[in-house]
């Protein structure tokens, strides 16, 4: 079964746009943590952001920040005044407790235009 | 301090050669997972190992894949014999346990194979 949903294929900005990736969640425990992964063009993954299910405080660092709501199962993302290097696929991801797998959405490819 | 390590970065052979991926995960992780990306099918886990003891292989497609991680530095990912539709991206990715915390796991820069 899906566990995580990223709804977003594709989102094209012009550079200094804020971009907001979408992703729902699906889990029955009660404790679990949610990763946000960035993939450039030249393919590697790089981790970006990870939180556990007891924290919903949002949080801002540097350009990036998310918003977490379990009312909605939601881990939104957002990176404020886009960039060029910014364009990347952008995974959200799921670990249940107990469990150290990962289960990925599809990815969201982002394009910034200069 | 060194990332993940994986090779070769490039394989091309042909169907029914045998492939070894090997990896080396960041020293003092005691979690080492093997991922395989696809076009059709995306990021999906093959199998990951704690303190070099397999611990979930439910991901492995089938008899012709098999893993070994002989010692904490060292994992190999072996397909024999390969197939085409094996080509894909290999990612071997290695985290610190630490309990029931999940943290972060810290990817290769994967391998790319195509088999021919």
């Known amino acids: 079964a899906q566990k995580v949903t990223q709804a977003q294929t594709e989102i094209s900005v012009v550079e200094k746009e804020d971009v907001t990736l979408d992703c729902v969640y699906e889990?029955?425990?009660?404790?679990?943590?949610l990763f946000w992964y960035k993939q450039p063009p030249s393919g590697e993954l790089v981790f970006l952001i990870r939180?556990?299910?007891?924290?919903?405080q949002n949080e801002i660092s540097g350009r990036y920040s998310w918003n977490f709501q379990k009312s909605t199962s939601s881990f939104n993302f957002t990176i404020t005044a886009s960039q060029v290097v910014d364009s990347a696929v952008y995974f959200c991801?799921?670990?249940?407790?107990?469990?150290?797998?990962?289960?990925f959405g599809a990815g969201t490819t982002v394009t910034v235009r200069a | 301090d060194a990332g993940v390590i994986q090779s070769p970065r490039h394989e091309v052979t042909e169907m029914g050669q045998e492939v070894t991926l090997r990896c080396k995960p960041i020293?003092?992780?005691?979690?080492l997972f093997w991922y395989r990306q696809t076009m059709m099918r995306g990021l999906e886990l093959l199998i990951y190992f704690n303190n070099n003891v397999p611990i979930d292989d439910s991901g492995m497609p089938e008899d012709r894949f098999s893993a070994k991680m002989p010692n904490a530095s060292f994992s190999t990912l072996k397909i024999q014999p390969s197939e085409p539709r094996d080509s894909a991206v290999y990612f071997c990715?290695?985290?610190?346990?630490?309990?029931?915390?999940?943290?972060?796991?810290?990817f290769g820069d994967g391998t790319r194979l195509s088999i021919l």
């Open positions: 020293s003092g992780h005691d979690y």
């Open positions: 889990t029955r425990d009660t404790t679990y943590y």
């Open positions: 990715a290695s985290s610190v346990g630490q309990g029931r915390s999940n943290q972060p796991q810290h």
């Open positions: 939180r556990n299910s007891f924290d919903e």
């Open positions: 991801a799921l670990s249940e407790s107990g469990d150290y797998k990962l289960s």
